[in-house]
C-alpha cells in the first residue's frame, strides 16, 4: 500500500514541500509514498511548488480506514482528516508543542524538535541520505526553512535552520534575499482571495480556558493590501467563526519588513483577549504589536481570555 504524507489544513509552504520532501525520502529508501494536500496551499506555496518543478498534489477530504500515513508539520487532530484515528499512522514529524488526542493502532516513529522549520528536522533524519537529494528537492527545503523563519526574521529561527538554508542556497547558486522576496512577493499578492478565504488562509484552531479561536496569521511586505479590506474582513469574521464552529477569529497581519503584527479588533472580546494577551491598550479598530512576528512562539503562548 502506497503511504500517504501530508501536513495540515489551510497548507503553507513547510506543510506543503515538507510532504513532498518526505515523500521523495521515503520513495529514495525503498517505501512506496506520494504527498497529499487538505486543502487548497497559500500563494507562496503554490509559487514554490511550480518554481521547483513540482505539481500540487491531490487534495483530499479524507483518509480511509487503515491507509498508512505520515504526518508532517502538525500533531493537532483538528488540522487533520476527521478518520485520522482509525488510519494507519506510522510517523509524526514536527516542529510544534505536543497537543494530544492522536490515536494509532501501533508503535509509531515520533519525531518532534524545537526548530523552526519541518523540513530542517527532516535533513537531520536522513542522515547521509540528505546528499543525495536532487536539486529540486533541495529547494523546497530552502523553501520552507525561509518561508518559516520569514528570511530569519522569527524568534523561532535556530542557528540550525539557518546553517542549512545557507548550505542549500550555496549549492543551488541562488541569493537568500534575492528568492526570499520572490517567495514574500507570491505570499503578499492575495487580491484574488475572498476575506474568508484569506481568514482560513493561513489558520489553526486553538481553545484558550473553553474559549475556540481561529488564529489566522498573513505574513506579507505589503500588509496595506489587507489592511485596506480591513472593514470587510471584520464584517466577514463572525460569519467564518459561525461556520468553522469556533467562538472567534483572529486575524494578525504580519509585516515581515517592519517586523511587527497587526491585529484587527472588530468587537469586546477580541479587546479583551489583546489588551490581556500583549499588555496593550486599545481604543480602535486595530492594534500594532511590534516585534509579534511568530504565531507559535510569541501569539499563541500568549492568549488569555
Not at 18 to 45: D, F, I, K
Amino acid at each position: 500500500m502506497t503511504t500517504l504524507v501530508f501536513g495540515h489544513k489551510a497548507p503553507d509552504t513547510d506543510s506543503l514541500g515538507s510532504a513532498l520532501v518526505w515523500a521523495w525520502y521515503l520513495n529514495h529508501t525503498g517505501t512506496e509514498a506520494q504527498a497529499r494536500l487538505l486543502g487548497t496551499p497559500n500563494t507562496e506555496a503554490a509559487f514554490v511548488a511550480k518554481r521547483w518543478g513540482f505539481d500540487e498534489p491531490t487534495i483530499i477530504d479524507d483518509v480511509a480506514d487503515g491507509q498508512l500515513c505520515v504526518i508532517v508539520d502538525t500533531n493537532n487532530p483538528a488540522e487533520l482528516p476527521s478518520n485520522i484515528n482509525k488510519a494507519d499512522v506510522t510517523a509524526i514529524i514536527d516542529h510544534h508543542k505536543l497537543v494530544g488526542g492522536l490515536e494509532t493502532s501501533g508503535p509509531i516513529d515520533i519525531t518532534i524538535r524545537p526548530l523552526a522549520c519541518t523540513a530542517t528536522l527532516m535533513h537531520e533524519l536522513m542522515g547521509q541520505d540528505a546528499q543525495h537529494m536532487p536539486d529540486n528537492v533541495k529547494g523546497l527545503m530552502l523553501s520552507c526553512i525561509l518561508s518559516d523563519t520569514l528570511e530569519f526574521r522569527s524568534p523561532t529561527t535556530t542557528d540550525t535552520d539557518r546553517h542549512l538554508a545557507e548550505t542549500l542556497a550555496e549549492q543551488l547558486g541562488l541569493s537568500i534575499p534575492d528568492y526570499a522576496g520572490e517567495m514574500f512577493a507570491a505570499k503578499s499578492d492575495v487580491s484574488a482571495f475572498s476575506d474568508a478565504e484569506l481568514l482560513r488562509m493561513d489558520s489553526k484552531e486553538y481553545e484558550v480556558d473553553g474559549t475556540r479561536f481561529r488564529v489566522s496569521v498573513l505574513e506579507t511586505t505589503a500588509p496595506d493590501i489587507v489592511l485596506d479590506r480591513k472593514s470587510s474582513l471584520m464584517d466577514s469574521m463572525s460569519s467564518v467563526a459561525s461556520e468553522d464552529g469556533v467562538d472567534q477569529v483572529l486575524l494578525f497581519v504580519v509585516d515581515i519588513l517592519n517586523e511587527e503584527a497587526t491585529l484587527l479588533v472588530p468587537n469586546e472580546l477580541t479587546r479583551s483577549v489583546a489588551e490581556k494577551s500583549f499588555g496593550v491598550s486599545v481604543s480602535g479598530d486595530h492594534v500594532v504589536l511590534p516585534g509579534v512576528m511568530s504565531r507559535k512562539k510569541q501569539i499563541i503562548p500568549a492568549l488569555k481570555v
